[in-house]
Protein backbone atom coordinates (compact mmCIF):
# COMPACT_ATOMS: atom_id res chain seq x y z
CA UNK A 1 0.00 0.00 0.00
CA UNK A 2 3.15 2.51 0.57
CA UNK A 3 4.19 1.55 -2.65
CA UNK A 4 1.23 1.79 -4.71
CA UNK A 5 -0.29 5.14 -2.88
CA UNK A 6 2.99 6.81 -2.17
CA UNK A 7 1.66 10.49 -2.87
CA UNK A 8 -1.50 10.45 -1.30
CA UNK A 9 -0.97 7.54 1.92
CA UNK A 10 0.90 8.17 5.03
CA UNK A 11 0.77 5.29 7.00
CA UNK A 12 1.45 5.00 10.87
CA UNK A 13 2.11 1.67 12.64
CA UNK A 14 0.46 1.49 16.15
CA UNK A 15 2.16 -1.24 18.45
CA UNK A 16 0.27 -2.78 20.96
CA UNK A 17 2.41 -5.46 22.28
CA UNK A 18 0.79 -8.63 23.42
CA UNK A 19 4.30 -10.01 25.06
CA UNK A 20 6.10 -8.12 27.56
CA UNK A 21 9.46 -7.82 26.03
CA UNK A 22 7.27 -6.40 22.72
CA UNK A 23 6.19 -3.26 24.31
CA UNK A 24 10.05 -2.06 24.62
CA UNK A 25 10.67 0.76 22.39
CA UNK A 26 14.17 -0.05 21.63
CA UNK A 27 13.02 -4.08 20.71
CA UNK A 28 10.35 -2.29 18.74
CA UNK A 29 13.12 -0.24 16.25
CA UNK A 30 15.09 -3.60 16.53
CA UNK A 31 11.82 -5.11 14.52
CA UNK A 32 11.23 -2.15 12.58
CA UNK A 33 14.97 -3.20 11.00
CA UNK A 34 14.15 -7.21 10.80
CA UNK A 35 10.98 -6.46 8.68
CA UNK A 36 11.90 -3.63 6.73
CA UNK A 37 9.44 -1.79 8.49
CA UNK A 38 10.28 2.65 7.20
CA UNK A 39 7.06 4.47 7.90
CA UNK A 40 6.75 6.24 11.47
CA UNK A 41 5.91 3.59 14.48
CA UNK A 42 4.17 4.59 17.87
CA UNK A 43 4.34 2.43 20.77
CA UNK A 44 1.03 2.22 22.06
CA UNK A 45 2.14 0.41 25.28
CA UNK A 46 -0.38 1.01 27.71
CA UNK A 47 -2.95 0.53 24.45
CA UNK A 48 -3.88 4.02 25.27
CA UNK A 49 -5.00 4.08 21.29
CA UNK A 50 -5.95 0.48 20.76
CA UNK A 51 -9.38 1.79 23.47
CA UNK A 52 -9.51 5.05 21.93
CA UNK A 53 -10.41 3.42 18.11
CA UNK A 54 -11.87 0.16 20.18
CA UNK A 55 -9.57 -2.85 18.97
CA UNK A 56 -10.05 -6.17 19.27
CA UNK A 57 -7.49 -7.79 17.19
CA UNK A 58 -4.03 -7.79 15.74
CA UNK A 59 -3.49 -6.54 12.98
CA UNK A 60 -6.35 -3.78 12.48
CA UNK A 61 -6.38 -1.23 9.91
CA UNK A 62 -8.13 2.07 10.67
CA UNK A 63 -8.58 4.69 7.48
CA UNK A 64 -8.61 8.37 8.52
CA UNK A 65 -9.54 10.71 5.45
CA UNK A 66 -7.74 13.98 4.82
CA UNK A 67 -10.69 15.73 6.62
CA UNK A 68 -10.16 13.59 10.28
CA UNK A 69 -13.13 10.94 9.60
CA UNK A 70 -12.43 7.44 10.40
CA UNK A 71 -13.75 5.90 6.29
CA UNK A 72 -12.79 2.23 7.64
CA UNK A 73 -12.03 -0.46 10.05
CA UNK A 74 -10.48 -3.55 9.09
CA UNK A 75 -9.64 -5.77 11.53
CA UNK A 76 -7.51 -9.09 10.49
CA UNK A 77 -5.80 -9.83 7.62
CA UNK A 78 -7.18 -8.03 4.30
CA UNK A 79 -6.28 -8.90 0.60
CA UNK A 80 -4.12 -6.11 -0.71
CA UNK A 81 -6.21 -5.33 -4.10
CA UNK A 82 -9.66 -5.07 -2.21
CA UNK A 83 -7.84 -2.74 -0.08
CA UNK A 84 -6.42 -0.77 -2.88
CA UNK A 85 -9.87 -0.42 -4.34
CA UNK A 86 -10.84 1.12 -0.78
CA UNK A 87 -7.93 3.47 -0.91
CA UNK A 88 -8.10 4.30 -4.17
CA UNK A 89 -11.76 5.84 -3.70
CA UNK A 90 -11.38 7.22 -0.26
CA UNK A 91 -8.63 9.43 -2.45
CA UNK A 92 -10.74 10.26 -5.45
CA UNK A 93 -13.42 11.34 -2.96
CA UNK A 94 -10.90 13.80 -1.52
CA UNK A 95 -9.26 14.78 -4.08
CA UNK A 96 -12.50 15.57 -5.99
CA UNK A 97 -13.76 17.79 -2.63
CA UNK A 98 -9.67 19.59 -2.82
CA UNK A 99 -8.85 17.93 0.34
CA UNK A 100 -5.93 15.71 -0.90
CA UNK A 101 -2.54 16.86 -0.82
CA UNK A 102 -0.26 14.97 -2.69
CA UNK A 103 3.51 14.33 -2.42
CA UNK A 104 6.04 12.24 -0.52
CA UNK A 105 5.18 11.20 2.35
CA UNK A 106 6.48 14.22 5.14
CA UNK A 107 7.42 12.01 7.81
CA UNK A 108 10.98 11.28 7.92
CA UNK A 109 11.93 8.49 9.33
CA UNK A 110 15.29 7.12 10.70
CA UNK A 111 15.63 3.84 12.22
CA UNK A 112 18.58 1.58 13.27
CA UNK A 113 20.12 -0.79 10.55
CA UNK A 114 22.30 -3.43 11.31
CA UNK A 115 25.31 -4.79 8.94
CA UNK A 116 28.08 -7.49 9.76
CA UNK A 117 28.84 -11.04 8.61
CA UNK A 118 25.21 -12.09 10.16
CA UNK A 119 22.08 -10.29 9.98
CA UNK A 120 19.11 -11.81 12.19
CA UNK A 121 20.36 -15.31 12.07
CA UNK A 122 17.55 -17.63 13.11
CA UNK A 123 18.70 -21.20 12.58
CA UNK A 124 21.97 -22.98 12.65
CA UNK A 125 22.68 -26.77 12.18
CA UNK A 126 25.51 -29.03 11.55
CA UNK A 127 26.03 -31.77 8.75
CA UNK A 128 28.89 -33.78 9.00
CA UNK A 129 31.88 -31.05 8.73
CA UNK A 130 29.61 -28.15 7.54
CA UNK A 131 27.64 -25.12 9.45
CA UNK A 132 24.83 -23.93 7.83
CA UNK A 133 23.00 -20.70 8.86
CA UNK A 134 19.66 -19.47 7.89
CA UNK A 135 21.30 -15.56 7.42
CA UNK A 136 17.40 -14.53 7.37
CA UNK A 137 18.30 -10.77 7.13
CA UNK A 138 20.01 -11.49 4.51
CA UNK A 139 17.65 -13.43 2.57
CA UNK A 140 19.99 -16.35 2.92
CA UNK A 141 21.56 -19.42 3.86
CA UNK A 142 25.41 -19.96 4.69
CA UNK A 143 27.00 -23.18 4.10
CA UNK A 144 30.43 -22.72 5.95
CA UNK A 145 33.50 -25.31 6.70
CA UNK A 146 33.50 -25.61 10.33
CA UNK A 147 36.22 -26.10 12.48
CA UNK A 148 34.93 -26.77 15.91
CA UNK A 149 37.84 -26.40 18.22
CA UNK A 150 38.46 -22.43 17.18
CA UNK A 151 34.53 -22.45 16.74
CA UNK A 152 35.17 -20.87 13.38
CA UNK A 153 33.33 -21.14 10.75
CA UNK A 154 34.63 -20.20 7.03
CA UNK A 155 31.78 -19.29 4.07
CA UNK A 156 32.30 -21.55 1.21
CA UNK A 157 28.88 -21.02 -0.79
CA UNK A 158 26.25 -17.85 -0.16
CA UNK A 159 22.52 -19.55 -0.81
CA UNK A 160 20.81 -16.37 -2.02
CA UNK A 161 17.70 -15.61 -3.19
CA UNK A 162 15.69 -16.33 -0.26
CA UNK A 163 12.53 -14.12 1.14
CA UNK A 164 13.44 -14.96 5.25
CA UNK A 165 14.98 -18.30 5.67
CA UNK A 166 14.23 -20.33 8.30
CA UNK A 167 13.86 -23.70 9.78
CA UNK A 168 17.00 -25.74 8.50
CA UNK A 169 17.06 -29.90 8.13
CA UNK A 170 18.92 -32.44 6.88
CA UNK A 171 17.68 -35.57 5.18
CA UNK A 172 19.26 -38.30 3.19
CA UNK A 173 22.02 -36.29 2.56
CA UNK A 174 20.61 -33.03 1.55
CA UNK A 175 19.91 -30.09 3.58
CA UNK A 176 16.39 -28.97 3.71
CA UNK A 177 15.00 -24.63 3.95
CA UNK A 178 11.53 -23.48 5.34
CA UNK A 179 11.44 -19.38 4.06
CA UNK A 180 8.88 -18.66 5.92
CA UNK A 181 7.89 -15.39 4.30
CA UNK A 182 8.46 -17.27 0.54
CA UNK A 183 6.12 -19.66 1.71
CA UNK A 184 7.97 -22.66 0.71
CA UNK A 185 10.89 -25.33 1.53
CA UNK A 186 13.54 -25.80 -0.60
CA UNK A 187 16.35 -28.42 -1.37
CA UNK A 188 20.11 -27.33 -1.03
CA UNK A 189 21.96 -29.68 -3.53
CA UNK A 190 23.96 -31.60 -1.27
CA UNK A 191 26.31 -30.22 1.74
CA UNK A 192 29.33 -29.85 -0.95
CA UNK A 193 31.70 -26.23 -1.13
CA UNK A 194 30.68 -25.85 -4.65
CA UNK A 195 26.61 -26.41 -4.29
CA UNK A 196 25.09 -23.82 -5.51
CA UNK A 197 21.78 -24.92 -6.61
CA UNK A 198 18.37 -25.55 -5.16
CA UNK A 199 15.05 -26.62 -5.87
CA UNK A 200 11.30 -26.24 -4.32
CA UNK A 201 9.83 -29.18 -2.87
CA UNK A 202 6.94 -27.38 -1.38
CA UNK A 203 4.78 -24.23 -1.74
CA UNK A 204 4.08 -22.09 -4.73
CA UNK A 205 5.52 -18.90 -3.23
CA UNK A 206 1.98 -17.70 -2.84
CA UNK A 207 0.35 -17.11 0.82
CA UNK A 208 -2.18 -20.30 1.45
CA UNK A 209 -5.62 -20.57 3.24
CA UNK A 210 -6.01 -20.79 6.63
CA UNK A 211 -6.39 -24.39 7.29
CA UNK A 212 -4.56 -26.80 4.06
CA UNK A 213 -5.66 -29.97 2.83
CA UNK A 214 -3.62 -32.91 1.73
CA UNK A 215 -1.93 -32.82 -1.59
CA UNK A 216 0.97 -32.36 -3.78
CA UNK A 217 3.61 -30.73 -2.30
CA UNK A 218 4.72 -28.72 -5.33
CA UNK A 219 1.25 -26.74 -6.22
CA UNK A 220 0.07 -26.45 -2.48
CA UNK A 221 0.18 -22.91 -0.82
CA UNK A 222 1.86 -22.81 1.99
CA UNK A 223 1.10 -20.50 4.95
CA UNK A 224 4.37 -19.35 6.58
CA UNK A 225 6.27 -22.51 6.63
CA UNK A 226 9.03 -21.99 9.69
CA UNK A 227 10.76 -24.99 11.68
CA UNK A 228 11.68 -28.36 10.04
CA UNK A 229 12.81 -31.58 11.43
CA UNK A 230 13.61 -34.83 9.80
CA UNK A 231 11.74 -37.77 10.92
CA UNK A 232 12.74 -40.93 9.50
CA UNK A 233 12.48 -40.70 5.28
CA UNK A 234 10.24 -37.18 5.75
CA UNK A 235 10.29 -33.83 7.30
CA UNK A 236 7.88 -32.30 9.54
CA UNK A 237 7.41 -28.81 8.67
CA UNK A 238 5.73 -25.98 11.53
CA UNK A 239 3.16 -24.16 9.43
CA UNK A 240 3.43 -21.29 11.72
CA UNK A 241 0.64 -19.40 9.82
CA UNK A 242 -2.10 -22.18 9.38
CA UNK A 243 -1.04 -23.42 13.06
CA UNK A 244 -0.60 -26.89 11.73
CA UNK A 245 2.29 -29.38 11.79
CA UNK A 246 2.78 -31.07 8.28
CA UNK A 247 4.47 -33.94 7.27
CA UNK A 248 6.64 -33.91 4.03
CA UNK A 249 7.53 -36.79 1.68
CA UNK A 250 9.96 -35.13 -1.00
CA UNK A 251 9.84 -37.86 -2.62
CA UNK A 252 6.44 -38.56 -3.29
CA UNK A 253 6.59 -35.18 -3.12
CA UNK A 254 3.23 -35.05 -0.95
CA UNK A 255 2.41 -33.22 1.87
CA UNK A 256 -0.01 -34.51 4.87
CA UNK A 257 -1.51 -33.14 7.71
CA UNK A 258 0.08 -34.12 11.41
CA UNK A 259 -1.81 -31.95 13.42
CA UNK A 260 -3.52 -28.73 14.39
CA UNK A 261 -7.49 -27.73 12.87
CA UNK A 262 -6.05 -24.59 11.68
CA UNK A 263 -7.78 -22.63 14.95
CA UNK A 264 -4.98 -20.57 17.01
CA UNK A 265 -5.12 -22.59 20.46
CA UNK A 266 -4.07 -24.80 22.77
CA UNK A 267 -5.75 -27.65 22.63
CA UNK A 268 -4.53 -31.24 23.26
CA UNK A 269 -6.04 -34.70 22.76
CA UNK A 270 -6.57 -36.67 19.08
CA UNK A 271 -3.68 -35.05 16.24
CA UNK A 272 -6.98 -34.11 13.58
CA UNK A 273 -8.85 -32.07 17.07
CA UNK A 274 -5.74 -30.78 18.31
CA UNK A 275 -5.33 -26.76 18.29
CA UNK A 276 -1.53 -25.15 18.03
CA UNK A 277 -0.87 -21.67 18.10
CA UNK A 278 1.83 -20.79 15.45
CA UNK A 279 4.33 -23.38 15.82
CA UNK A 280 7.78 -21.96 14.76
CA UNK A 281 9.84 -25.40 16.07
CA UNK A 282 10.44 -28.85 15.73
CA UNK A 283 12.06 -31.34 16.98
CA UNK A 284 12.29 -34.88 16.62
CA UNK A 285 12.58 -36.11 20.37
CA UNK A 286 11.92 -40.24 19.97
CA UNK A 287 11.48 -42.32 16.80
CA UNK A 288 7.28 -41.78 17.30
CA UNK A 289 6.66 -38.08 19.36
CA UNK A 290 8.29 -34.71 18.31
CA UNK A 291 8.47 -31.84 20.44
CA UNK A 292 7.30 -28.32 18.84
CA UNK A 293 7.50 -25.20 20.30
CA UNK A 294 4.78 -23.29 19.48
CA UNK A 295 5.81 -19.84 20.31
CA UNK A 296 2.20 -17.60 20.45
CA UNK A 297 0.81 -19.70 23.50
CA UNK A 298 4.47 -19.84 24.94
CA UNK A 299 4.47 -23.73 25.08
CA UNK A 300 6.22 -26.54 24.14
CA UNK A 301 4.20 -29.60 22.74
CA UNK A 302 4.29 -33.17 22.74
CA UNK A 303 3.03 -34.56 19.36
CA UNK A 304 2.45 -38.24 18.57
CA UNK A 305 0.53 -40.07 15.46
CA UNK A 306 -2.10 -40.79 18.48
CA UNK A 307 -2.07 -37.28 20.55
CA UNK A 308 -0.62 -33.80 20.87
CA UNK A 309 -0.37 -32.93 24.98
CA UNK A 310 1.51 -30.19 26.70
CA UNK A 311 4.69 -29.99 28.61
CA UNK A 312 4.64 -26.12 29.29
CA UNK A 313 2.23 -23.52 28.72
CA UNK A 314 -1.52 -22.72 29.69
CA UNK A 315 -2.97 -20.84 26.85
CA UNK A 316 -2.42 -17.43 24.36
CA UNK A 317 -2.64 -15.06 27.17
CA UNK A 318 -0.29 -16.95 29.86
CA UNK A 319 3.34 -16.24 29.55
CA UNK A 320 6.19 -15.09 31.64
CA UNK A 321 9.55 -16.43 33.39
CA UNK A 322 8.85 -18.61 35.92
CA UNK A 323 10.61 -21.94 37.14
CA UNK A 324 8.21 -25.04 38.04
CA UNK A 325 6.71 -27.95 36.65
CA UNK A 326 4.27 -28.21 33.89
CA UNK A 327 1.61 -26.19 34.28
CA UNK A 328 3.76 -23.94 36.95
CA UNK A 329 6.01 -22.88 34.51
CA UNK A 330 6.03 -20.23 32.20
CA UNK A 331 7.89 -19.46 28.85
CA UNK A 332 7.76 -16.08 26.87
CA UNK A 333 7.56 -16.70 23.13
CA UNK A 334 9.68 -19.44 22.90
CA UNK A 335 10.66 -20.23 18.83
CA UNK A 336 12.59 -23.11 18.94
CA UNK A 337 13.18 -26.27 20.80
CA UNK A 338 15.95 -29.31 20.31
CA UNK A 339 16.56 -32.29 22.11
CA UNK A 340 19.75 -32.69 24.14
CA UNK A 341 20.74 -35.93 25.50
CA UNK A 342 17.56 -36.70 28.05
CA UNK A 343 15.98 -32.64 27.98
CA UNK A 344 14.62 -30.54 25.30
CA UNK A 345 16.74 -27.11 25.00
CA UNK A 346 14.36 -24.44 24.27
CA UNK A 347 14.68 -21.22 22.84
CA UNK A 348 12.98 -18.87 25.64
CA UNK A 349 12.59 -15.89 23.20
CA UNK A 350 11.16 -12.94 24.60
CA UNK A 351 13.50 -13.91 28.00
CA UNK A 352 16.46 -13.33 26.50
CA UNK A 353 18.03 -16.87 27.84
CA UNK A 354 18.09 -20.66 27.12
CA UNK A 355 15.12 -22.94 29.14
CA UNK A 356 15.74 -26.64 30.25
CA UNK A 357 12.81 -28.73 29.73
CA UNK A 358 12.16 -32.49 31.09
CA UNK A 359 9.80 -34.10 28.85
CA UNK A 360 9.16 -36.88 31.36
CA UNK A 361 8.89 -35.01 34.41
CA UNK A 362 7.42 -31.58 32.69
CA UNK A 363 10.45 -29.36 34.82
CA UNK A 364 11.06 -25.96 33.26
CA UNK A 365 14.09 -24.41 34.45
CA UNK A 366 16.80 -22.04 33.24
CA UNK A 367 19.68 -23.43 31.39
CA UNK A 368 22.75 -24.12 33.64
CA UNK A 369 25.55 -21.63 33.37
CA UNK A 370 25.55 -18.24 31.14
CA UNK A 371 23.34 -19.52 28.64
CA UNK A 372 20.45 -19.37 31.53
CA UNK A 373 20.79 -16.28 32.86
CA UNK A 374 18.20 -13.57 31.34
CA UNK A 375 19.88 -11.33 29.04
CA UNK A 376 22.47 -13.68 28.18
CA UNK A 377 20.60 -13.54 24.54
CA UNK A 378 19.08 -11.68 22.40
CA UNK A 379 15.23 -12.80 21.23
CA UNK A 380 17.04 -16.53 20.45
CA UNK A 381 15.35 -17.61 17.35
CA UNK A 382 16.93 -21.21 17.01
CA UNK A 383 18.35 -23.83 18.97
CA UNK A 384 19.88 -27.14 17.91
CA UNK A 385 21.85 -30.09 18.83
CA UNK A 386 23.32 -33.30 17.74
CA UNK A 387 23.65 -34.60 21.42
CA UNK A 388 26.65 -33.36 21.97
CA UNK A 389 27.05 -29.73 20.06
CA UNK A 390 24.70 -27.30 21.45
CA UNK A 391 23.76 -24.33 18.79
CA UNK A 392 22.18 -21.07 19.26
CA UNK A 393 21.14 -18.80 16.94
CA UNK A 394 21.12 -15.57 18.85
CA UNK A 395 19.11 -13.83 16.58
CA UNK A 396 18.65 -10.04 18.00
CA UNK A 397 22.52 -10.24 18.80
CA UNK A 398 23.48 -10.86 15.08
CA UNK A 399 25.73 -13.92 16.05
CA UNK A 400 25.35 -17.62 16.04
CA UNK A 401 26.62 -19.25 19.92
CA UNK A 402 27.95 -22.73 20.72
CA UNK A 403 26.60 -23.77 24.35
CA UNK A 404 29.48 -25.08 26.31
CA UNK A 405 29.19 -28.10 28.99
CA UNK A 406 29.27 -25.91 32.00
CA UNK A 407 26.61 -23.54 29.80
CA UNK A 408 29.16 -20.95 29.10
CA UNK A 409 28.62 -19.61 25.59
CA UNK A 410 31.27 -19.26 22.96
CA UNK A 411 30.67 -16.95 19.49
CA UNK A 412 30.89 -18.42 16.12
CA UNK A 413 33.46 -16.72 14.03
CA UNK A 414 32.37 -16.34 11.24
CA UNK A 415 34.63 -15.54 8.06
CA UNK A 416 34.23 -14.99 4.18
CA UNK A 417 36.73 -15.66 1.23
CA UNK A 418 39.23 -16.89 4.13
CA UNK A 419 40.62 -21.22 4.33
CA UNK A 420 40.15 -23.39 7.08
Request: aromatic share 6%; proline share 4%.
Amino acid sequence: MEERFADSLTVIGVHAGKFHRERATERIAEACDRLGVAHAVVNDRQFRIWRDYAVSAWPTVVVIDPEGYVVLVAPGEFESEAMSAELSLIAERAEARGMLIRGRDPIAVTLPHHEGPLRFPTRAILVAERLWISDTGHGRVLECAWDPREKRAVVLTAHEGFVEPRGLAALAGDVYVADRAGHSVWRLDGAMPDSGGRARVAGTGRLGVRALRDGQASTMDLRSPWGLAASGSNLVVSMAGSHQLWTLDPRRGLLSLLAGTGAEALVDGEPAGSALAQPTGVARWTDDSLAVADSESSAVRLVTARSVGTLVGTGLFDFGDSSGVGDAARLQHCEDTAVHGTVLAVADTYNDRLKLVDPVTRECVPWPGEAGEQGSLREPGGVWSDGTTLLVADTGAHRVVVVEGDGSLVEVRIEFGAEL
